[in-house]
């Protein structure tokens, strides 16, 4: 293994643990961790019963050490409302982020990346100040809006597809297509730039030279070697969709870890959000990590120096 | 006004458009109880639900009503104060908090910029939302505390950019100079470190005031922003969903005033950067 792989893994674990003890802290300084658990109008000694029942009357760091240790364990704790481990609840709707993000990713990948293909070929085409156009809007369109947009177009008006909720295989379209367009609008723009600095090469020059067609070239020279770059941000942006699905879900009711949040925020189940943000870190950092090693995989430079 | 080509070169004429919507949103944010038609609050009940252009007595409802016969126009004019307000004071805080953060980290260096720089790393490794989202349930909804989490979730934004600032600028003869002649630490800093980063940082202002936007109006859809009465253009859109079907409006025109001005706010911020690192 590499110097920079070990180092890349360490700030990884770092990083982890990190975020851990942050989401530790955090609900300590909120004042009494306890009134974050319970229901609202809860007696005195409710209150007291389940600060001694958590641990919560024993010194921080005690606190600290136990919880890191149940962390290890792959210990999430218990649903405060539904008296389930935390682990089984996200299990039962991790499914459905996962087929949400999935299908939105094959959409943005599948659409936005030849989109930029396209645009970087035939830069003054009309469709490419179209795609341009798109690109920019994509970027500042709240999903919670185009999310009511599409309700009302596919759903209310023309009646095509369901409104919300997942009872049908097709219920995953509109969600999916809406959580999909800033990453579309990303993987268009990123794939643009990649291909046009692959077209100002001089080997492009000499394939053009020798008598190859700008749609040859591109496909057989430019498409390998831009496609790194597209790879690379694509393990960003899983994790961007995956963060995108918090409001996507709620709007469309899809029952996924994002609905999951909300709902335990709004029913005050502290575990499961605390456990929901756990894991949405740990996702981000490791797909980062992922990231830099496709990196570094691909290009030998970033692996000799590190990346700073 | 004047076409003049200094004006063309420092502000392209596609750009005015944009310059004109943000101009507009701010004039409509600081003048709102003088432009508004209505009092964003009264309530109606007979005027409930009404689409746009609705005449009822002597009430023009431009934009419609929403499903307490409120007018929909008069409470997007004093969203707007809302959307602005909060983006506004978090970019400031959470800019003033990194970039000192990020000078001391610097400037100091050791232990105390380790532990500044990592706790960086660490607060930027969470996805945005999340940690918005699990702090604000842990600090409960409302203005302020939309305010202090939006601060406390991106300071480190600044506080990176702020840190390999410092650090190119700090050992420069100018600087050591004056530390040479006397110049107390927070003199240096202020005086003499943070005008020449404060280019930088702008750039980042422009990249987050949009996002800043978008958050706030994300949380107060999910209702874990700014409270009810008060008007913030994702809480109405949020209402406005329920009654998708029987009055549209509600649910699209705050939408669509919130992708204006984050679109323009993009645009724009997209143009500053170009101008600042010299790309025109």
Not at chain 1, 99 to 108: D, E, M, S, T, Y
Request: with cysteine; proline share 6%.
């Amino acid at each position: 293994m590499s110097r920079f792989l070990v180092r890349r893994l360490l700030q990884a674990v770092v990083s982890i643990l990190g975020v851990m003890a942050l989401i530790f802290f955090l609900q300590r300084l909120s004042g009494d961790p306890v009134l974050l658990l319970v229901s609202e109008g809860a007696s005195q000694q409710a209150i007291d019963a389940l600060r001694s029942n958590l641990g919560f009357d024993r010194p921080m760091l005690v606190q600290f050490a136990d919880y890191m240790t149940d962390l290890a364990r792959f210990d999430l704790g218990q649903s405060v409302v539904q008296q389930v481990p935390v682990a089984e609840i996200i299990k039962s709707r991790l499914p459905y982020t996962i087929w949400l993000a999935g299908a939105a990713l094959l959409l943005a990948l599948g659409i936005g990346a030849p989109l930029g293909v396209f645009m970087a070929m035939r830069r003054n085409h009309p469709l490419s100040k179209l795609g341009m156009g798109f690109v920019l809007a994509g970027q500042s369109l709240p999903t919670f809006w185009s999310g009511v947009i599409l309700i009302l177009l596919f759903a209310v008006t023309l009646g095509w597809l369901p409104t919300s909720g997942a009872r049908a295989a097709e219920s995953v379209i509109l969600p999916a297509f809406c959580l999909s367009l800033l990453s579309m609008a990303t993987f268009a723009r990123v794939t643009r730039t990649a291909v046009l600095d692959e077209l100002s090469k001089p080997y492009i020059r000499a394939a053009r030279a020798k008598g190859l067609s700008l749609g040859q070239t591109v496909r057989r020279h430019a498409l390998r070697n831009s496609a790194i770059p597209v790879i690379s941000i694509a393990a960003l942006e899983i994790a961007n969709l995956l963060s995108g699905a918090v409001i996507v879900e709620t709007v469309f009711a899809w029952p996924g870890l994002g609905q999951l949040t909300i709902q335990s925020i709004a029913a005050r189940d502290f575990p499961i959000v605390q456990a929901i943000v756990l894991l949405g870190a740990v996702v981000s950092i490791l797909l980062n990590l992922a990231a830099d090693l496709l990196y570094s995989a691909v290009d030998p430079r970033i692996r000799l120096e590190g990346r700073t | 006004m004047t076409g003049s080509p200094r004006l063309r070169r420092w502000l392209p004429p596609r750009l005015w458009i944009f310059v004109a919507i943000l101009a507009m949103m701010v004039l409509a944010a600081l003048l709102a109880p003088l432009i508004a038609p209505q009092n964003p609050e009264a309530q109606n009940l007979l005027g409930r639900q009404r689409p746009p252009g609705t005449e009822l007595r002597d009430i023009t409802y431009l934009l419609g009503s929403d499903e307490l016969g409120r007018d929909l126009l008069s409470r997007l004019i004093y969203g707007a104060r809302v959307s602005l307000t909060v983006a506004a004071l978090s970019v400031l805080v959470s800019g003033t908090i990194g970039t000192a953060l990020g000078m001391i980290a610097a400037w100091l260096g050791g232990w105390i910029g380790t532990i500044i720089m990592r706790l960086v790393d660490i607060v930027l490794s969470v996805p945005a939302i999340l940690l918005a989202i699990i702090t604000v349930a842990i600090l409960g909804p409302g203005f302020v505390n939309v305010i202090a989490v939006l601060a406390f979730t991106r300071w480190p934004r600044y506080a990176r950019v702020a840190y390999g600032q410092t650090l190119g600028l700090m050992n420069l003869p100018y600087v050591r100079l004056s530390r040479f002649m006397g110049a107390s630490t927070p003199r240096v800093l202020l005086r003499h470190i943070l005008p020449n980063i404060i280019g930088p940082i702008m750039v980042v202002v422009t990249l987050e005031f949009g996002l800043m936007v978008l958050f706030e109006a994300g949380l107060s859809f999910l209702g874990l922003g700014v409270q009810p009465p008060m008007p913030s253009w994702g809480a109405i859109l949020s209402t406005g969903r329920n009654y998708v079907t029987t009055a549209w409006w509600i649910a699209v025109f705050p939408g669509l005033f919130l992708f204006l001005l984050i679109l323009s706010v993009n645009v724009l911020g997209d143009h500053v950067r170009d101008v600042v690192e010299g790309r025109r």
